[in-house]
């Protein structure tokens, strides 16, 4: 049997002019390579600014806590997400590591505010409340012009 039907693509290409890959595609993949390694180079780049933000983060809410910053280390390796939550977390969770003890929560309402609260409710609590048909008309009973009464029955 013959091979003469059969083409090879070497021959082809030879035949258009071709001399395997054309210019228009060694130049996507140079370009290909060119935008793989800028997205290599940005990925390292947000990894450092990442790594950064992680770090100030939980400096700040150390030096809130008044704990010595140096903890950082040991609780940048134990979080993958950081955020002051999960830093609050870690500290409630594991902070007698570092010598860390809680404050209580200190009470928001002292006897003072209490006392005032108690007053402020005896004096409205005989005080009786406007009824909204005596609102409506005190402000009718005050309106001078037509257009200040329209607006007040509109506003029903």
Excluded: C
């Excluded at 979080?79 to 870690?90: A, G, R, S, Y």
């Excluded at 003890?101 to 002292?110: A, H, L």
């Excluded at 005032?116 to 012009?145: C, G, V």
Aim: glycine share 6%; net charge negative.
């Amino acid at each position: 049997m013959s091979n003469d039907n059969y083409w090879e693509d070497e021959d082809d290409n030879q035949d258009l002019g071709y001399q395997g890959e054309d210019d228009g595609i060694k130049n996507l993949r140079k370009a290909k390579r060119a935008n793989e390694k800028y997205i290599k180079e940005l990925e390292a780049q947000l990894g450092t600014y990442i790594a950064k933000d992680y770090e100030r983060t939980v400096n700040e809410v150390l030096k809130s806590k008044g704990v010595n910053t140096k903890a950082a280390r040991l609780i940048l390796n134990d979080l993958d997400e950081v955020n002051e939550e999960t830093v609050n977390n870690w500290l409630l969770t594991n902070g007698d590591l570092i010598g860390f003890q809680p404050k209580e929560e200190q009470q928001t309402n002292n006897d003072a505010d209490i006392q005032a609260l108690k007053k402020q409710d005896n004096a409205t609590h005989a005080a009786s409340a406007p009824s909204f048909s005596d609102d409506i008309e005190l402000k009718l009973a005050n309106a001078t012009t037509e257009e200040e009464v329209l607006s007040i029955l509109n506003g029903l």
